[in-house]
C-alpha cells in the first residue's frame, strides 16, 4: 500500500508565497509520476503540475506557468509545490497524486483518473 499525506497549506495574503509538501510512505519504489491538483467546492479537479520519476520533467497549468514550481526529492520520498505570488483564484483544496506507470506524457499527466493514489488535501487560502 502507499499513502500520501500533504501538509504545508495555510491563509496567506495576495502575492505571498506556500510551499506543499506530499509525503509518500508505503511502497514507494513503485510510484512514478507525481501531480498535484486543486479543487474548489462545486467545480471540478483542475490540474496544477506534474513530473516525472527522475525529477527532469515537468507540466504545469497555464494558470500557475511562471508561479509555481513543482519538484521532488526521492531520497525522502517526498514532492513539493512552491506556489509564489499567490491569487485569491489559487485558493482551493490542493491534492498530490502519484501513479505506477513508467511512462512520463506531459498530456497523460494532466488527466486525474491517470493517478492511482491520492492524498486528503490540503486547504490553501488566498485572500485578503
Known amino acids: 500500500q502507499v499513502q500520501l499525506v500533504e501538509s504545508g497549506g495555510g491563509s496567506v495574503q495576495p502575492g505571498g508565497s506556500l510551499r506543499l509538501s506530499c509525503a509518500t510512505s508505503?511502497?514507494?519504489?513503485?510510484?512514478?509520476?507525481m501531480g498535484w491538483f486543486r479543487q474548489v467546492p462545486g467545480k471540478e479537479r483542475e490540474f496544477v503540475a506534474g513530473?516525472?520519476?527522475?525529477?527532469?520533467?515537468?507540466d504545469y497549468a497555464d494558470s500557475v506557468k511562471g508561479r509555481f514550481t513543482i519538484s521532488r526529492d526521492n531520497a525522502k520520498n517526498t514532492a513539493f509545490l512552491q506556489m509564489n505570488s499567490l491569487r485569491p483564484e489559487d485558493t482551493a483544496v490542493y491534492y498530490c497524486?502519484?501513479?505506477?506507470?513508467?511512462?512520463?506524457?506531459?498530456?497523460?499527466?494532466?488527466?486525474?483518473?491517470?493517478?492511482?493514489?491520492w492524498g486528503q488535501g490540503t486547504q490553501v487560502t488566498v485572500s485578503s
Open positions: 513530473i516525472n520519476r527522475s525529477g527532469v520533467l515537468s
Open positions: 497524486a502519484a501513479d505506477t506507470s513508467a511512462v512520463w506524457s506531459a498530456q497523460l499527466a494532466r488527466r486525474g483518473e491517470r493517478y492511482e493514489y
Open positions: 508505503g511502497r514507494t519504489s513503485f510510484l512514478y509520476n
